[in-house]
């Protein structure tokens, strides 16, 4: 019997070995890949500005809407907003050709990224409009979409029995596509993988799905799907360590492609929060956030949300085990120093008349004396390290907080906003209803909130920024509000340098600003600095900075 799990363990234990240095390189390469975020942003934002640029060059309807369409493509895993606004111009331009395909191809894509943004009244109407049987040739893409969204629908969904319609919806429209689709093309074969994953033919999957993969061009933003389906086939297979390895690989490839809508690096951060690699999975559910905020992928960010909290708990009780753990060590080092002197105190005495045991001892002592100072350095650095890891904590809890009461207040002011136009529609005030619909009023009422809660929530954070803020420009220019007034623009766009937000541009784009008036307040306000102009914005980040 020995012999037997012996011979075993010979057999299987290289093979585990192989597989876990496989794993450690794959996770590996992924820290490296997400340690060059920045290399793969300018990446993606040069390819988006080639187009924007060819776009300038382009004079007929049609290069218009093959640009916008390329445009729509390099946006939709990357910013939906954005994917939106190029959807929204390329059915423009298909209007103004007149050609049905292009039209529908158009609606398509409008609809699949207001599915990603949660806007799926939006989207299912969008689709009703569309004569599927006029463009035949897209009836695939077409089922695809309306099974994408019902399926986004279902994770929403108030009660079960809505959710299993949904469900049931789904599933019709992806066995439909599935006929649809030219054969052996990339989305037959996803789609083929989906129906064999529903008769549970896990083998069957990963076969045709592995030799596939292997052929796709690393720059296909399949490659990540395809991935992600072989690992989901593994997990129902229970080969776990299989399964992580191929949500590496579809992590690494939406990471390079720069996708911020996906779904391979959050589930690999849970595997490893239940493995126990803190470290890892609060790192990557950090970025998974970061990334569908980003894209403003609604679903991710609800789903991240839910496991946020808990794998940020484990990750703050790590830290203060290791802090525990650090101070303990720190007790031991000063007990064991101050040992070392009382002997080599009681040494120097004895063996004085000694000149080699004196220089030996000196130089012993000058050790200590240089070892505590390091210490000491390390310990200001910790102490440094924690009160950054407060602020940062405080700054996220409360605006994570901000964020989802608004979200919250957003939603049941455009039920109320929708139930108003509701009630013109149905009682045929027409005149009314493009009133309405015209008036800025709303928009501005809703501005005016947020602004309004953004600066309480700030003065939260920084109750004393303004003072501080005013303290920082020379005498008389300090910045006066007008009665009722938390804070003007002037103070607005430094608050949000203060939060880290420093481009202009995007500072622009949250307060409705002109680029040029951004960079006149700017320039202004250095202008009025009381130190040198170009320490100003510096000395603006370390207002209400514990480690000012």
Same mark, same amino acid.
């Given at each position: 019997m020995l012999k037997f799990w012996t011979s075993i363990l010979v057999v299987f234990f290289p093979l585990f070995l192989f597989s876990q240095v496989e794993i450690d390189s794959l996770l590996n390469e992924l820290d490296t890949t997400l340690d060059k975020s920045e290399f793969y942003r300018n990446k993606k934002e040069t390819e988006i500005n080639k187009l924007r640029s060819l776009l300038k060059l382009t004079s007929t309807k049609f290069h218009q809407y093959e640009i916008y369409?390329? #445009?729509?493509?390099?946006?939709?895993?990357?910013? /939906?907003? /954005?994917?939106?606004?190029?959807?929204?111009?390329?059915?423009?331009?298909?209007?103004?050709?007149?050609?049905l395909s292009k039209i529908n191809i158009s609606k398509l894509n409008l609809s699949s990224t207001m599915g990603t943004l949660g806007m799926y009244k939006e989207a299912t109407d969008v689709l009703n409009k569309i004569d599927i049987n006029a463009t035949p040739e897209i009836k695939g893409a077409y089922f695809g979409v309306c099974s994408t969204l019902y399926l986004s629908m279902s994770d929403f969904a108030a009660t079960s029995q809505e959710k299993n319609n949904y469900l049931e919806l789904t599933q019709q429209y992806r066995d439909?596509?599935?006929?649809?689709?030219?054969?052996?093309?990339?989305?037959?074969?996803?789609?083929? /993988?989906?129906?064999?994953?529903?008769?549970?033919?896990?083998?069957?999957?990963?076969?045709?799905?592995?030799?596939?993969?292997?052929?796709?061009?690393?720059n296909n933003p399949d490659k990540a799907v395809v991935a992600y389906i072989i690992s989901q086939a593994h997990q129902h297979k229970k080969e776990y360590e299989k399964e992580k390895k191929w949500l590496i690989l579809s992590a690494i490839s939406d990471l390079q492609l720069e996708k911020k809508e996906y779904i391979s690096l959050r589930s690999l951060a849970y595997i490893l929060y239940e493995e126990g690699d803190i470290d890892r999975a609060y790192k990557y559910t950090k970025r998974t956030l970061e990334d569908a905020l980003f894209c403003n992928a609604r679903l991710r960010t609800f789903e991240i949300s839910k496991m946020m909290p808990i794998i940020n708990e484990a990750y703050q009780k790590q830290n203060d085990t290791n802090r525990k753990q650090l101070i303990l060590f720190l007790i031991c080092a000063s007990i064991l120093s101050l040992f070392l002197m009382v002997v080599l105190f009681l040494l120097f005495k004895q063996m004085k008349t000694l000149s080699k045991a004196k220089q030996e001892?000196?130089?012993?002592?000058?050790?200590?004396?240089?070892?505590?100072?390091? #210490?000491?350095?390390?310990?200001?650095? #910790?102490?440094?390290?924690?009160?950054?890891?407060?602020?940062?904590?405080?700054?996220?809890?409360?605006?994570?907080?901000?964020?989802?009461?608004?979200?919250?207040?957003?939603?049941?002011?455009?039920?109320?906003?929708r139930? %108003?136009?509701?009630?013109?529609?149905?009682?045929?005030?027409?005149?009314?209803?493009?009133?309405?619909? %015209? /008036? %800025?009023?709303?928009?501005?009422?809703?501005?005016?909130?947020?602004?309004?809660?953004?600066?309480?929530?700030f003065l939260l954070l920084f109750p004393n920024f303004i003072e501080d803020f005013n303290a920082l420009l020379i005498d008389n220019e300090d910045i006066k509000l007008k009665q009722g007034e938390l804070m003007n623009t002037e103070l607005r766009i430094f608050a949000l340098i203060r939060l880290g937000i420093s481009d202009s541009v995007k500072i622009a784009e949250f307060l409705r600003y002109s680029l040029s008036t951004i960079y006149n307040y700017r320039t202004k306000l250095r202008n009025k600095a009381l130190g040198p102009r170009d320490e100003f914005e510096a000395n603006v980040m370390r207002i209400g900075s514990i480690n000012k």
């Open positions: 369409e390329k #445009l729509y493509g390099e946006y939709k895993f990357y910013q /939906s907003d /954005s994917a939106l606004n190029y959807a929204k111009k390329s059915m423009k331009i298909a209007d103004e050709l007149n050609d439909s596509s599935y006929y649809f689709y030219p054969k052996n093309s990339e989305p037959f074969i996803i789609h083929q /993988s989906n129906k064999l994953f529903q008769n549970k033919k896990y083998d069957e999957i990963i076969r045709l799905l592995s030799d596939y993969f292997s052929k796709m061009d690393k001892i000196s130089s012993a002592n000058s050790q200590l004396i240089a070892l505590n100072n390091e #210490l000491h350095l390390f310990n200001e650095k #910790l102490n440094d390290t924690n009160n950054t890891l407060k602020e940062a904590n405080l700054v996220k809890e409360i605006y994570i907080g901000r964020y989802m009461d608004q979200c919250s207040v957003y939603i049941s002011k455009l039920d109320e906003y139930r %108003k136009l509701n009630v013109i529609v149905m009682s045929g005030k027409t005149a009314e209803l493009v009133k309405v619909i %015209k /008036s %800025k009023e709303f928009i501005e009422e809703e501005l005016k909130d947020f602004y309004h809660n953004f600066d309480k929530t």
